[in-house]
């Protein structure tokens, strides 16, 4: 059998947790049909690292960003050294940026001060943002909708609301992205918003070294366990794995001009 299409639109393979293995993680992903990362920056420093290893690793692109809990940080001089590596060749989006009020690991003015400077400069720089956001969706996707991303669009990364936000994410413009919290024995709304989302606005991640599926919880998550969330997915939606897993990569692909 071969392994289907998938696209892993949420990791962060250039996280201390991979150092170690990395050629290991990227052949076993590659085995299990991920011909596509984005490993995702969170603060400057492992933003010049995602743009770094999307540099020399032919199957990973990045994204730069200034994630929630590194808000407090999120200074003139550090939003200014994220723009100038949006320009970089491989790297194809800003994010991850958005508001967490469940860790509150910023203040939360910081955390709406650094979000909209980045929605700004998605903007600016004709890119899709990527879009964290833990227990604030009314005020994220008020955010969103007063700067308006639908030209270069974006994603909502680790979908956790319900349909009610699922279309509204959509109206404003985003893709929604489900990970391994969608094989959960409690998964919520998550199967209900599998099947809602409209096939080519979906797509799938991994957000690896977190989140892991069902049968690897408590473990780190890698790019190859992608594979387990796609089946989970294409069985909630009644679809054969193969064709969900191209229209998700397709939809990706997209989205990053790739
Ligand atoms: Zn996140
Ligand atoms: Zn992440």
Redesign the pocket.
């Given at each position: 059998m071969t392994a289907p299409d998938l696209f892993d639109t949420?990791a962060h393979l250039h996280f201390p947790e991979f150092a170690a293995d990395l050629d290991a993680v990227l052949a076993r992903a590659r085995e299990a049909g991920v011909r596509r990362i984005l490993t995702?920056g969170?603060d400057v420093s492992t933003s010049r690292a995602a743009a770094a290893m999307a540099a020399r690793i032919p199957d990973v692109w990045a994204a730069v960003g200034i994630?929630p809990h590194e808000a407090a940080e999120a200074d003139d001089a550090a939003l200014a050294e994220i723009e100038r590596l949006a320009s970089e060749p491989r790297v194809v989006a800003i994010g991850?940026t958005?508001l967490?009020f469940f860790r509150n690991l910023s203040p939360r003015d910081a955390q709406e001060r650094a979000f909209r400077s980045q929605l700004a400069l998605a903007r600016r720089a004709e890119k899709p943002v990527l879009v964290?956001c833990?227990d604030a969706h009314e005020e994220t996707l008020q955010l969103i909708g007063e700067v308006d991303v639908r030209a270069a669009g974006g994603i909502m990364?680790?979908f956790s609301g319900d349909v009610g936000i699922a279309r509204r994410c959509l109206d404003l413009g985003l893709l929604v992205s489900l990970a391994g919290p969608v094989t959960y024995p409690k998964p919520g709304a998550l199967p209900e918003v599998a099947r809602f989302v409209p096939g080519d606005r979906l797509v799938l991640e991994t957000?690896c070294p977190?989140l892991p599926p069902q049968p690897h919880r408590g473990k780190r998550n890698e790019p190859a366990y992608l594979a387990i969330t796609a089946a989970r997915v294409a069985e909630l939606r009644g679809e054969p794995l193969a064709d969900l897993a191209a229209r998700m990569s397709e939809n990706a692909r997209t989205l990053f001009a790739l």
């Open positions: 949420h995702i969170t994630h991850e958005g967490d964290h833990r990364h680790c957000d977190f």
